[in-house]
């Protein structure tokens, strides 16, 4: 399995930025999750997001309730993250992460098996 994200850039406070996390690898017919987490410099990684391939269920701690969205584009083996209204405090390399074999929606960082490498957001005026 392989993963890529991108669509991280500056955004100002209040903007607007969708990230995308190309999927590779999954078998036709695999129960799994795709995760979104961020890490602030000096900061453990935490997650934003995730959806389940099973049945579409998604995830959001309250920190972006409300302002991120997940979703997914099976036919392009993408999935998104849309962020509204910014905060500085979004500030962070994200990373999208994977798990098969799932069919609830992992939270913590040590239940993912594949990583992505990360995109940087940067929100600032």
């Known amino acids: 399995v392989q993963l890529q994200a991108y669509g991280g850039g500056l955004v100002q406070p209040g903007g607007s930025l969708k990230l995308s996390c190309l999927a590779s690898g999954f078998v036709a017919g695999d129960s799994y999750v795709i995760g979104w987490f961020r890490q602030a410099p000096g900061k453990e990684r935490e997650g934003v997001s995730c959806?389940?391939?099973?049945?579409?269920?998604?995830y959001y701690p309250d920190s972006v309730k409300g302002r991120f969205t997940v979703s997914r584009d099976n036919a392009k083996n993408t999935v998104y993250l849309q962020m509204n209204s910014l905060k500085p405090e979004d500030t962070a390399v994200y990373y999208c992460a994977a798990v098969r074999g799932v069919t609830t929606t992992p939270t913590s960082v040590h239940e993912y098996e594949y990583w992505g490498q990360g995109t940087l957001v940067t929100v600032s005026s």
């Open positions: 959806i389940s391939s099973y049945d579409g269920s998604t």
